[in-house]
């Protein structure tokens, strides 16, 4: 759809420019087409809730104020605080402070006046009006009095209690976690109203915790019912006429190899050496198209969920257990329906030849990572024995994927080698412990294999210019490099370059120059926060971090629906060779929308994911409290400093837990500065800190320095606000002030971890 917005811009801004109506403006641009017209008007309105335009009473368009707005989303911070995320591409967040908010809420759609800077930097804004409320359900513990009583919302970011009225109040008592609709938002200071729709028990019940964050990130659990019957229709094995057409592989050595505990597997390999020396790699991944039709119940259902949800103690899949678990996954000895990726690889990593087709196929073992390592890299013979049959295509595979990982590090794709915790919980949902998941071979053997068969699906549509979906990473935004580069000089690295050419075989060069240092994971977690999120699009921008230039989500269209919509793609363009102009048109107008609502669904699925571990990692440390323990410093603000202990459990030493003297926030060296001692605490700093005090209601936890005795400082002295030292070169963001900084594990003098085996690890998102 054409943009019509810098065209609108140029005519307003002429020196001679006198107010146009909009048939005027329609012929000035030439938007006579239906779609041109539409999305002129869309554009119009967009800039009148902007303010840059105003439309007179004789329906003329004129140019507003000089004042500068901006509309987005308001992201509020639980100290009060908030963030306008933009409409606008190319404008960073805008910085709300708590005295500008004015009334709105977490989640509105606001229009807010800039304060300083301009359009596209950095600035700070007031909200001057709330366009929309977006938030209208919350979850949150109800507590009652004689006829009426309040919903006190889970969320941290949510500041107001909702009102219920007796009639309204669903019989809910107090301590009940409970659902609550807001029907009214107040015009003053007063409390939202609302009436609660569902109670999801009390608050004390075993799983209650877990739920209440799903439904408060309006996440389905239960499939509708229309989705269920859909399914009855759905066979449970490969019914004879769905083989036609296919490629038939089923007398191909293929194999699944996936973590011990998954039941969805979406895809399976087959490698053999070829007699001009080269490797052939067949990746086979579930037809899940064939199954979930285009605008069907199922499809809507998978389309609005957009991913599964992998939480501490379920998950939530996109499609039902008996697509997800059943006839979509390739399971050992068993026909299934598959949509094969087949590449001819040289010794230099390059695919040199390949097709993408529907197949069947059988698959021969399903193996573990587990199983796998112990064949590279035990070389256990036992293991060995036990897959006699497919050990040398294993051994095979390993050589190929080294090729394919020594490729791409040549080329300077980044590889963030974090340490990832799963907590386990026992049937009631209690942490018993905390593991960290390793990567071996056979993880990296499947996530080179999926990586290569993705990158050669992108650069087929890239090549063939038909509407497609990609996954994009785009180039870091120069300002937040360059912060980044400036927070290396602390430690000795100098980075040449502008922020806006670098190229990422630098960023790959300082991960290497770090590595096995105590500052690693630290400059690790910063260079990451340093980068733009990936994405899909519509467009094919290419992928920063993995250095290439097409890249796409096609091996899990189980769980990401991405990934589903690439493989209706490939059958329509490349299967039934459909590329009529009403096809093209069609994707041309859907793929937009598709791409910017499955982005957000993964946010989603990110943000619930990541709210249930650290509410159990809390719940865990509650037993460690008194207990000392080694860590390594994460991030310097100028209320404390974060603490990440080798299990990857942050907690926060505030600045009044500093007791042996005055400490400032440096804030270029990142680092809180004692004034009469001169003692410095800096990111990447080891320290040995006591569990003082554990929140759960906000998911935070509380350490101390062991050690640190108080000074004979006064009360008043110690209590005062800190003070900040500026940084004499760039200044940094709002945004990045308050921005928590994750950083190294180092070996705790007590541990209470322990490591997961290999191959316990889920699929890595890229």
């Known amino acids: 759809m054409r943009d019509f917005k810098s065209e609108v811009l140029e005519i307003i801004d002429r020196d001679d420019y006198t107010p146009l109506t909009i048939e005027e403006l329609t012929n000035e641009l030439d938007a006579h087409d239906s779609d041109d017209f539409k999305a002129l008007v869309k554009t119009l309105v967009s800039l009148e809730e902007l303010r840059v335009i105003r439309r007179t009473k004789k329906d003329r368009y004129i140019k507003e104020t000089e004042a500068k707005y901006a509309k987005g989303t308001l992201s509020m911070h639980k100290r009060g605080f908030g963030f306008l995320r933009v409409e606008e591409e190319g404008m960073d967040d805008i910085f709300i402070p708590p005295s500008d908010v004015n009334g709105a809420f977490d989640g509105d759609t606001v229009l807010v006046e800039l304060k300083d800077g301009s359009r596209g930097e950095s600035s700070e804004g007031t909200v001057v009006e709330i366009l929309q409320h977006n938030i209208t359900q919350l979850v949150g513990r109800y507590e009652g009095s004689k006829g009426f009583g309040f919903v006190v919302p889970d969320s941290q970011t949510f500041k107001k209690d909702i009102f219920i009225s007796k009639s309204n109040n669903l019989g809910a008592v107090s301590g009940h976690k409970v659902l609550v609709e807001i029907t009214k938002f107040p015009d003053n200071d007063e409390n939202p109203e609302g009436h609660i729709t569902r109670i999801l028990g009390h608050e004390n019940d075993p799983g209650v915790d877990i739920l209440s964050i799903v439904i408060q990130h309006g996440i389905n659990i239960d499939f509708p019912t229309d989705v269920m019957h859909e399914i009855e229709s759905v066979p449970e094995t490969v019914q004879e006429d769905e083989k036609k057409g296919r490629v038939d592989l089923r007398n191909d050595l293929t194999i699944t190899i996936d973590g011990e505990d998954a039941k969805d597997l979406d895809d399976a390999v087959a490698v053999k050496k070829l007699k001009n020396g080269n490797y052939e790699l067949t990746v086979s991944i579930a037809d899940v198209s064939h199954y979930v039709k285009e605008g069907s119940p199922l499809d809507t259902e998978a389309y609005d969920r957009g991913t599964s949800v992998y939480l501490v103690d379920r998950v939530i899949p996109m499609l039902p257990h008996k697509l997800s678990n059943g006839i979509c996954s390739l399971n050992p000895d068993v026909e299934r329906l598959a949509m094969s990726c087949r590449m001819e690889v040289d010794h230099e990593g390059r695919v040199v030849d390949h097709e993408i087709f529907e197949s069947v196929i059988k698959s021969d073992y399903r193996m573990t990572y587990t199983a796998v390592n112990k064949i590279l890299e035990d070389d256990d013979e036992a293991t060995k024995k036990e897959f006699h049959e497919i050990t040398p295509m294993i051994l095979e595979a390993g050589e190929l994927a080294k090729i394919l990982r020594r490729k791409r590090e040549l080329r300077g794709a980044i590889d963030f080698d974090f340490n990832e915790a799963k907590v386990l919980v026992d049937k009631e949902g209690s942490p018993e412990d905390i593991v960290l998941r390793t990567r071996g071979a056979g993880e990296k053997l499947i996530e080179e294999f999926m990586l290569l068969a993705n990158e050669t699906v992108a650069e087929t549509f890239h090549w063939m210019e038909l509407p497609f979906i990609y996954r994009v990473h785009e180039d870091p935004k120069e300002d937040r490099l360059r912060q980044f580069f400036d927070f290396l000089t602390g430690f000795g690295i100098f980075v040449k370059g502008k922020g806006n050419q670098i190229h990422p075989h630098a960023l790959q060069e300082i991960l290497e120059q770090v590595k096995d240092t105590p500052e690693e994971m630290v400059i690790s977690t910063l260079?990451?926060?340093?980068?733009?999120?990936?994405?899909?699009?519509?467009?094919?921008?290419?992928?920063?971090?993995?250095?290439?230039?097409?890249?796409?989500?096609?091996?899990?269209?189980?769980?990401?629906?991405?990934?589903?919509?690439?493989?209706?793609?490939?059958?329509?363009?490349?299967?039934?060779?459909?590329?009529?102009?009403?096809?093209?048109?069609?994707?041309?107008?859907?793929?937009?929308?598709?791409?910017?609502?499955?982005?957000?669904?993964?946010?989603?699925?990110?943000?619930?994911?990541?709210?249930?571990?650290?509410l159990k990692k809390a719940e865990f440390m509650q037993q460690h409290i008194g207990e000392t323990f080694e860590g390594v410093i994460s991030g310097v603000m100028n209320f404390g400093m974060f603490v990440e202990l080798p299990n990857t459990i942050e907690g926060?030493?505030?600045?009044?837990?500093?007791?042996?003297?005055?400490?400032?926030?440096?804030?270029?060296?990142?680092?809180?500065?004692?004034?009469?001692?001169?003692?410095?605490?800096?990111?990447?700093?080891?320290?040995?800190?006591?569990?003082?005090?554990?929140?759960?209601?906000?998911?935070?936890?509380?350490?101390?320095?062991?050690?640190?005795?108080?000074?004979?400082?006064?009360?008043?002295?110690?209590?005062?606000?800190?003070v900040n030292i500026k940084a004499k070169t760039r200044s940094r963001s709002h945004r990045d002030k308050v921005n928590e900084s994750r950083g190294k594990k180092p070996k705790s003098k007590k541990p209470f971890y322990k490591a997961a085996p290999k191959g316990k690890g889920k699929k890595k998102r890229k």
């Open 527 to 614: 260079m990451l926060r340093s980068m733009q999120q990936a994405r899909y699009s519509e467009e094919s921008l290419g992928h920063f971090g993995l250095s290439t230039e097409y890249y796409t989500h096609f091996t899990s269209p189980i769980r990401r629906y991405p990934d589903l919509m690439v493989h209706r793609l490939i059958r329509t363009y490349i299967i039934n060779k459909n590329v009529r102009k009403e096809t093209v048109d069609h994707f041309k107008k859907e793929l937009p929308e598709i791409a910017k609502h499955t982005s957000e669904r993964e946010r989603r699925a990110v943000d619930a994911e990541r709210d249930t571990v650290d």
């Open 652 to 722: 926060l030493v505030h600045v009044n837990n500093l007791t042996d003297d005055f400490y400032n926030f440096n804030e270029r060296m990142m680092a809180m500065l004692g004034e009469s001692t001169g003692k410095v605490f800096r990111i990447g700093d080891t320290v040995e800190i006591e569990v003082k005090d554990v929140n759960l209601d906000e998911r935070l936890i509380d350490f101390k320095v062991v050690g640190m005795s108080e000074s004979k400082r006064d009360e008043q002295r110690r209590n005062r606000k800190p």
